[in-house]
């Protein structure tokens, strides 16, 4: 795969977008492709290095950009181009000083059905106003919200703050693509109905709020509503016990979460050092049970207001309670 070639068939689509019609005083930013062992931003490319790590927004030189990972070619150029929308929109975030959620909040966000199972209703009621606006089911979703946010501000509170970062960089996806590729845009659409009627995804909170926070913002922006400036004023008779009844799910889901923590410390050997100070994990793939959180792909430890250590591979961390101090770190052993 020529990483050259790659971006600048992105840069030609991303030539095609007026950002600041995608949102408000957004504009372009810098992106780079990489792989393995090269890092292209432009005409440029050079050896990578531990700066790039996932597909997201970083500083580099002392401006943000945006980066995204290549394990081949691309499947379709539209569509990386508007992941790659996406992630200037995260560059877009850090540079207007958006509330970032507390990932911590989101690593140990509490194992309750009732709020669960509200937060599904609200997700039905997202992806029928994606297919068929209908002014009642969208005040029915505002009052249920404010009532879940009410009853649990903490995790609700966590909710809302991944969707602004998260759902709005996805609406900013959605808009990109529906310029790009209208034919990609409507299954991107209906894909993310779908997932926000899947009764299993609802549990997975962090990817939940992708997918809602961005049908949120298409529902309002498709109607010419403002969007929601959320309290727990107005939960009025939204009512937090009926709905589905999501109990085995809840059951199953958080069994797995338990399996797989409990197996990954069955093979685990304890590190001597690591650091008192959890820095950064994957908030995507964290999973928590007990004290203990399972990072499948790296971490980054070390003491505070110090340069992290970048570990890669699968460890489980022990914390103490919901906090980024670390009890004890084990390396998953192969």
Request: aromatic share 10%; glycine share 10%.
């Amino acid at each position: 795969m020529d990483l050259k070639e790659a971006h600048a068939e992105v840069a030609s689509r991303l030539d095609r977008l007026d950002f600041g019609a995608l949102l408000p005083g957004f504009r372009r930013y810098r992106f780079a492709l990489y792989d393995g062992s090269r890092v292209c931003l432009g005409g440029d490319c050079l050896p990578v290095d531990a700066r790039f790590l996932g597909n997201t927004a970083i500083e580099y030189e002392g401006r943000q950009i945006a980066i995204w990972r290549l394990a081949g070619p691309p499947e379709n150029y539209d569509s990386l181009a508007a992941l790659l929308a996406h992630e200037m929109c995260h560059a877009f975030q850090v540079e207007t000083g958006a509330a970032f959620p507390d990932e911590m909040v989101g690593a140990f966000y509490p194992r309750n059905l009732v709020n669960s199972t509200g937060k599904y209703r609200e997700n039905l009621l997202l992806a029928e106003l994606l297919e068929e606006f209908d002014p009642g089911k969208w005040d029915s979703l505002l009052r249920l919200r404010s009532a879940r946010l009410e009853a649990g501000p903490a995790a609700v509170g966590y909710e809302i703050k991944a969707e602004g970062i998260e759902g709005q960089a996805k609406f900013v996806e959605l808009a990109a693509l529906k310029l790009l590729s209208p034919g990609r845009y409507g299954e991107a659409l209906a894909k993310t109905a779908r997932n926000l009627r899947d009764t299993h995804g609802v549990f997975n909170t962090r990817l939940c709020c992708y997918d809602s926070g961005a049908a949120i913002l298409t529902v309002a922006a498709a109607n010419g509503l403002s969007a929601p400036d959320w309290t727990a004023e107005a939960a009025g008779e939204a009512g937090l016990t009926s709905g589905p009844d999501l109990s085995v799910e809840y059951r199953d889901y958080y069994q797995a979460v338990d399996a797989l923590v409990n197996g990954a410390l069955a093979k685990a050997e304890k590190m001597e050092t690591c650091g008192s100070v959890l820095l950064g994990f994957d908030p995507y793939n964290v999973r928590s049970s007990g004290d203990n959180l399972y990072h499948p792909n790296f971490i980054m430890c070390g003491e505070k207001n110090a340069d992290p250590a970048c570990l890669m591979g699968v460890y489980v961390t022990a914390m103490k309670g919901p906090t980024r101090e670390i009890k004890t770190v084990y390396k998953v052993r192969p």
